[in-house]
């Protein structure tokens, strides 16, 4: 089945300092990954999708993501934190690559930006 | 932008009370959902809508709930008999088909029950 782990729940940095928050996924077949972000009391924002294109993808807001299929991973990544950054980050997978398919978030990690 | 709107923000209810979710998908979308968050959990799915009728359903979607699209614009979640543990952010979400699989979502209903 597919599943995505976020491996930390909480990240902190400094705003400045670069951004790592690391996804795996679990798929039976090859898979698209996103990752979304949801602002405190907001809904959840699409930052970027990997649909099997490129294996490195550029997002909103400075982010990125590289699709690496040896090691089951999209881990999301910024050169350089902002204070508006801060907010809880979803690796989400599609549990089939068809058309209406739902998706399979992970636990989701908080993301703290430090002046 | 087009956008996803969902009404109303926060619903305080009683247990064993009825509540409607109301969700405007964008516009020219065909492919409708409802996800569910429980405080401190993950994001959960719940059921897709397609051509009036649901496309599939998760094992926390029961008799309890329902759904509809009672006009052209509207897209209702309806919890029958709240208990408890229906607490949760509610989030609504539609996509294109004409444009891959990407799901826009609302900014979602937190739901109490008391």
């Known amino acids: 089945a597919q599943s995505v782990t976020q491996l930390d729940s909480h990240v902190s940095v400094s705003e400045g300092t670069p951004v790592l928050l690391r996804c795996n996924y679990s798929s039976s077949y090859s898979p698209s990954l996103f990752w979304y972000v949801q602002h405190p009391n907001k809904g959840l924002q699409l930052l970027l999708k990997?649909?099997?294109?490129?294996?490195l993808v550029k997002g909103i807001n400075g982010f990125e993501a590289e699709f690496k299929k040896s090691e089951t991973s999209f881990h999301l990544t910024k050169p350089s934190a902002h204070m508006s950054d801060a907010a809880e980050y979803f690796c989400?997978?599609?549990?089939?690559?068809?058309?209406?398919?739902?998706?399979?978030f992970g636990k989701g990690t908080r993301l703290s930006v430090i002046a | 932008e087009p956008e996803v709107t969902q009404t109303p923000s926060h619903q305080v209810t009683q247990m064993g009370q009825e509540v409607i979710l109301r969700c405007v998908p964008i516009s020219n979308h065909l492919y409708f959902y409802w996800y569910r968050q429980i405080l401190g959990q993950k994001v959960e799915f719940l059921v897709s809508f397609y051509n009036n009728e649901i496309s599939e359903k998760s094992e926390i979607f029961d008799d309890q709930f329902s759904v509809e699209r009672p006009d052209g614009s509207n897209f209702t979640l309806k919890i029958r008999s709240t208990k408890l543990e229906d607490s949760a952010m509610y989030f609504c979400a539609s996509s294109d088909p004409n444009r891959g699989i990407e799901q826009f979502f609302g900014p979602g209903t937190r739901l109490t029950v008391l």
């Open positions: 989400v997978v599609t549990l089939r690559n068809s058309g209406n398919t739902p998706l399979v």
């Open positions: 990997y649909t099997s294109a490129a294996t």
